[in-house]
């Protein structure tokens, strides 16, 4: 079946450093790729998302290509913040519109 | 600003207690989820409703059950609860059909003990 793998966490970076996490999936048919992300007490919101290969999903800085070749969907951000401090998760739509969802990774950013 | 709105955000319930979660959707959507996020699981899902009828059901225990009066309104009816359902349950909502985003309320963090 349809699956998400992400790299484990957490991930720890300082404040301006570089951000990549992870994402490949298994998939038939080609879904539309998400990333989710989950500040600490609250719930899930869409970050960013991409519906076709090479399509780029972005927002707040941060990227993600739809990688065909490779099966992944890693999330970029040139610049982390303390204020990104939250779990992502990367998500595939399968073919009935149910979200399948990666096991998610902790990101902490240290002043 | 949400477009779905969970109540009660916080539970605490006894074994033989009865209650409900409660979810509403702002968003004109005719697709509603029930997701539970535990820390050994984080993210499972539970039920989906499409159309106002249930369409998914993720060999949840009995003690969880499902209502969905209508396409607006979704909820989950709790009675004999475990220790172990003690987690995050995350109520979404989207259109109907695969690539279309999903949309997540803010939760409703249940405590049973």
């Known amino acids: 079946g349809d699956s998400v793998t992400q790299m484990e966490g957490p991930v720890t970076l300082s404040e301006e450093a570089f951000l990549t996490i992870n994402c490949t999936y298994t998939?038939?048919?080609?879904?539309?790729l998400f990333w989710y992300v989950q500040y600490p007490g609250e719930g899930l919101q869409l970050l960013l998302k991409?519906?076709?290969?090479?399509d780029k999903g972005s927002n707040k800085g941060f990227e993600a290509t739809y990688r065909k070749e490779t099966t992944s969907f890693h999330l970029e951000k040139g610049s982390v913040q303390v204020s990104d401090s939250a779990v992502y998760f990367c998500?595939?739509?399968?073919?009935?519109?149910?979200?399948?969802f990666g096991q998610g990774t902790t990101l902490q950013v240290k002043p | 600003e949400t477009g779905v709105t969970q109540t009660p955000r916080h539970l605490v319930m006894g074994m033989t207690n009865k209650k409900s979660l409660k979810c509403e959707q702002h968003?004109?959507?005719?697709?509603m989820y029930w997701y539970k996020q535990s820390a050994k699981k984080p993210l499972e899902l539970m039920f989906v409703?499409?159309?106002?009828?249930?369409?998914e059901n993720n060999s949840v225990p009995s003690r969880f059950s499902p209502e969905c009066p209508n396409s607006s309104h979704l909820f989950l009816h709790l009675h004999t609860l475990q220790p172990e359902d003690s987690a995050l349950y995350l109520c979404?909502?989207?259109?109907?059909?695969?690539?279309?985003?999903?949309?997540f309320g803010e939760g409703s963090w249940l405590t049973v003990v």
């Open positions: 991409a519906t076709k290969a090479d």
């Open positions: 979404a909502s989207s259109q109907i059909g695969p690539g279309n985003t999903i949309y």
């Open positions: 968003l004109g959507h005719n697709a």
């Open positions: 409703y499409s159309l106002e009828e249930r369409v």
């Open positions: 998500a595939l739509s399968d073919p009935t519109g149910k979200l399948i």
């Open positions: 998939a038939t048919g080609y879904p539309s």
